[in-house]
Antibody
Framework: EVQLVESGGGLVRPGGSLRLSCAAS????????MSWVRQAPGKGLEWVAV???????YFADSAKGRFTISRDTSKNTVYFHINSVRGDDTAVYFC????????????WGQGTLVAVSS | DVVMTQSPLSLPVTLGQPASISCRSS???????????LNWFQQRPGQSPRRLIY???NRDSGVPDRFSGSGSGTEFTLRISRVEAEDIGVYYC?????????FGQGTKLEIK
């Protein structure tokens, strides 16, 4: 059974940085389009970044410049770095794969909460 | 960026009755490879999102056949033929034809 497990969330001060991890099992991250999607409290879904199988990365406009996405194939894990954290970065961050894959091949993690507060 | 506009944003429905959600994109979602990259997701309270429909009209594994998707170009629709209690939640459309991917605002389905 495919599992995506996010970790690394927590309380962070404004201006700080954070690294979120998405560890995959029964799925090879380097063979898949791996995205991060965030959801602010009580709000809708916002796609923020993807790393493609070929290693190319794309970001939402709101994520350019402060966010990076990377992967470690030896650990089968995708990372999401947030620099210069702001209050509006407070959200649950979901890792997801295969948005346009065939039936049954879109997977989501349970999410990790990032709370920005001084 | 492609703006995805859903309507209605709130949808009270009687159990057993049909429901329909509209999603409009600010640009055509038809891609040069012949596909249209428009998905529908369901998010039940307290849960991660779940994909229901991919590329306009393809139902995901385990999704009841009362859910169907249709549309083309810039106008898309998710239909539920007979709403059941387990369908409560928020529904999102999402496009992947143009970078960056973008979601609609979400439509909250509730039981009358």
């Amino acid at each position: 059974e495919v599992q995506l497990v996010e970790s690394g969330g927590g309380l962070v001060r404004p201006g700080g940085s954070l690294r979120l991890s998405c560890a995959a099992s029964e799925l090879i991250v380097s063979d898949n389009y791996m995205s991060w999607v965030r959801q602010a409290p009580g709000k809708g879904l916002e796609w923020v970044a993807v790393i493609n199988p070929d290693g190319r990365t794309y970001f939402a406009d709101s994520a350019k410049g402060r966010f990076t996405i990377s992967r470690d194939t030896s650990k089968n894990t995708v990372y999401f770095h947030i620099n210069s954290v702001r209050g509006d970065d407070t959200a649950v961050y979901f890792c997801a794969s295969g948005f346009f894959a065939v039936a049954g091949k879109n997977y989501w993690g349970q999410g990790t909460l990032v709370a920005v507060s001084s | 960026d492609v703006v995805m506009t859903q309507s209605p944003l709130s949808l009270p429905v009687t159990l057993g009755q049909p429901a329909s959600i509209s999603c409009r994109s600010s640009q055509s979602l038809a891609y040069s490879d012949g596909d249209t990259y428009l998905n529908w997701f369901q998010q039940r309270p307290g849960q991660s999102p779940r994909r229901l429909i991919y590329k306009v009209s393809n139902r995901d594994s385990g999704v009841p056949d009362r859910f169907s998707g249709s549309g083309s170009g810039t106008e898309f629709t998710l239909r539920i033929s007979r709403v059941e209690a387990e369908d409560i939640g928020v529904y999102y459309c999402m496009q992947g034809t143009h970078w960056p991917y973008t979601f609609g605002q979400g439509t909250k389905l509730e039981i009358k």
